[in-house]
């Protein structure tokens, strides 16, 4: 296939650095393979995101270009010294046990502090890195950096039993100062705009030239320390260019996909190339597959009972497992007081009973903590729930009639028909800050634009963008009879769950 105007220019370029702006479905991976084909003899690192982004990438690059995540590349000289302690997380428990202490708000907040430092391009801990004066509800800084620094001594120790996340090694490889350029001649930074300065501090510090690839309307973790490198002061003098014909979808979802671009402040647009495509209020009579993007884990729960009340076969992006539904159900056997169901030794030694559980949840405003106590208070009776959720569940998309995911996980991927859950945040409140506004709007535009030749929006996108008249209720939306019937009884919060998604 002939590239683009845009492609060209970016296969041609021959600079030091080189920023792309890539609106979705643009093709930029495959803008980056052609330039690695028309330089074979320069030798390439291709940064993916995570595992998946980096297998596909490596079945499609030729043979000058490496795949890695950041992990991987920290893997060798670091993170195998603690592969048997390696965790995905740290509790707030394994913190006030190592502290020794039940002052569980230092224990939340020391956490909340090593975290920002990991993420941090920062050598040491420091005050930059406690939380807002707010969060620390009074709590002595002093206290919470000592606390911070105590955890952090213990982690890097390699003779401790200590608890150690992938982040720990990735900053212990950040700051040794990797020499890249021994090894690689260019690196191929994609999904820059979601980059933790941890990992774009050591990228662009490297002697090799460098290709930065994202889009500033992409970002959606800011909650979890990314900040957008596309406008590091380290690339004030790079060269920028721009990806904005998008072969995934045509002009109706390009329609939906600019408003919500203007509505951002960009003037520039999306064009859909992807051929005959619509906005409809229902799903098409005839669609076999479609995706359900829902901005909560509570809200791909409901969307995939849902769908198997109705005897349809689900598939969940990232499996079950992902959405936390085991721990969810051994947090229910703790809440009934029925410990010898519980399945996790951790909870039932962490947690006396469950009202312990939730004070210390309300204590710390732990995302994840405060996330499955409300999912509790949702869905009840739960095993009955997990049961028509287990049995309707597939492992392979394709023996599927039902996708479910959240907005954040469905970055990347793309479906033929797509309906947006009716569970994202109204960004036109007032209560709502900026960064908290551009945020939720990033999660609109990059649910919508997953969709190649089907969109139901949900009432918000339509007032958004004004895309439809007027919404009528999907015919997928959870009937309150079905799950009565089923035993079910379903509240609805509106809550946002932005950790947790």
């Known amino acids: 296939m002939k590239p683009t105007q845009e492609q060209a220019q970016i296969i041609a370029w021959k600079g030091k650095q080189l920023v792309v702006t890539a609106f979705a479905g643009t093709g930029k991976t495959s803008t980056l393979e052609a330039y690695a084909l028309a330089?074979?003899?320069?030798r390439m690192l291709y940064l993916a995101y995570n595992r998946a982004i980096r297998e596909e990438s490596e079945r499609r690059f030729p043979f000058n270009v490496e795949c890695?995540?950041?992990?991987q590349l920290a893997w060798p000289s670091f993170g195998r010294h603690f592969q048997a302690r390696l965790a995905t997380s740290l509790r707030v428990t394994d913190i006030a046990r190592l502290l020794n202490t039940r002052h569980w708000l230092l224990a939340r907040t020391a956490l909340s502090t090593l975290n920002t430092f990991l993420y941090s391009a920062d050598?040491?801990?420091?005050p930059l890195h406690l939380p807002d004066e707010s969060d620390r509800c009074g709590l002595d800084a002093g206290k919470i950096l000592g606390a911070a620094q105590v955890v952090w001594h213990e982690m890097t120790r390699i003779d401790s039993l200590f608890p150690v996340t992938h982040d720990t090694y990735l900053k212990l490889y950040q700051l040794s100062v990797p020499n890249l350029g021994s090894k690689w001649d260019v690196i191929l930074f994609d999904e820059a705009q979601d980059a933790n300065p941890v990992t774009s501090q050591f990228v662009l510090s490297q002697p090799c030239r460098v290709i930065l690839v994202g889009d500033r309307y992409q970002q959606i973790y800011r909650f979890r320390g990314a900040e957008n490198a596309l406008v590091s002061p380290q690339l004030e003098t790079a060269d920028r260019l721009w990806l904005t014909n998008s072969f995934r979808f045509g002009p109706a979802v390009?329609?939906?996909a600019?408003?919500?671009?203007?509505?951002?402040?960009?003037?520039?647009?999306?064009?859909?190339?992807?051929g005959e495509d619509q906005i409809a209020t229902e799903l098409p009579a005839g669609v076999a597959h479609y995706c359900v993007i829902s901005r909560t884990v509570a809200g791909v729960i409901g969307a995939a009972l849902t769908a198997s009340l109705a005897e349809k076969k689900v598939y969940w992006v990232g499996g079950m497992e992902g959405y936390r539904i085991g721990e969810l159900e051994d947090l229910y056997w703790l809440s009934v007081d029925m410990p010898d169901r519980i399945q996790s030794p951790q909870l039932a030694r962490d947690y006396r009973d469950f009202e312990e559980y939730r004070s210390i949840a309300k204590a710390t405003k732990d995302p994840e903590m405060g996330q499955g106590v409300r999912l509790l208070d949702m869905y009840f009776p739960l095993p009955m729930l997990l049961a028509v959720l287990k049995k309707q569940a597939v492992t392979r998309e394709t023996e599927a009639?039902?996708?479910?995911?959240?907005?954040?996980?469905?970055?990347?991927?793309?479906?033929?028909?797509?309906?947006?859950n009716d569970d994202f945040i109204d960004i036109t409140d007032p209560l709502l800050n900026r960064r908290e506004k551009e945020d939720e709007l990033n999660l609109l535009y990059v649910s919508v634009t997953r969709a190649r030749k089907v969109l139901v929006p949900n009432e918000l996108v339509g007032i958004l963008t004004g895309c439809l008249d007027a919404l009528s209720e999907s015919s997928e939306k959870p009937d309150d009879a079905d799950l009565r019937s089923a035993g079910v009884t379903l509240h609805i919060s509106n809550k946002s769950e932005s950790s947790g998604s």
Do not use: M, Y
């Not at 330089?39 to 320069?42: D, G, S, T």
């Not at 050598?123 to 420091?126: C, D, K, L, M």
């Not at 402040?265 to 992807?274: F, T």
């Open 39 to 42: 330089n074979p003899q320069e």
């Open 68 to 71: 890695r995540t950041f992990h």
């Open 123 to 126: 050598g040491e801990i420091s």
């Open 254 to 256: 390009a329609g939906v």
């Open 258 to 274: 600019n408003a919500l671009l203007a509505e951002a402040g960009e003037s520039r647009q999306v064009c859909g190339l992807g």
């Open 401 to 420: 009639d039902v996708t479910v995911v959240t907005a954040h996980r469905s970055k990347g991927l793309e479906w033929n028909a797509v309906r947006i």
